[in-house]
C-alpha cells in the first residue's frame, strides 16, 4: 500500500520554518493547485507560529511512501 503525504513548508516573520502536512492525499495534485492554496492559506492569517503568523510559502513536496502490512 502506497502512502502519500503532502507537505508544504512556509516562513514566519523571523525566517524560521513552519511545515503542515497533510497525510493520505488522494487524486492529481499539481503544483499551481499546491502554490495557489498555500497562498491562500497566507493570505487568510490562519497559520501561526510562536514567532507569529506565516508570512511566505517557501515551498511544498510529496512524499510517497510504500507500507507492508504484517498482520
Known amino acids: 500500500m502506497n502512502v502519500k503525504t503532502l507537505e ?3 516562513l514566519d ?3 524560521k520554518t513552519f511545515k ?9 495534485i499539481t503544483k499551481e493547485l499546491v502554490q495557489e ?3 491562500k492559506l497566507v493570505a487568510l492569517n490562519v497559520l501561526k507560529t510562536i514567532h507569529g ?8 513536496q510529496v512524499i510517497d ?5 504484517l498482520f
Open 8 to 10: 508544504i513548508t512556509f
Open 13 to 15: 516573520a523571523l525566517q
Open 20 to 28: 503542515l502536512s497533510l497525510p493520505n492525499i488522494k487524486g492529481p
Open 37 to 39: 492554496e498555500a497562498e
Open 53 to 60: 503568523p506565516v508570512v511566505k510559502v517557501a515551498g511544498a
Open 65 to 69: 511512501k510504500s507500507v507492508i502490512v
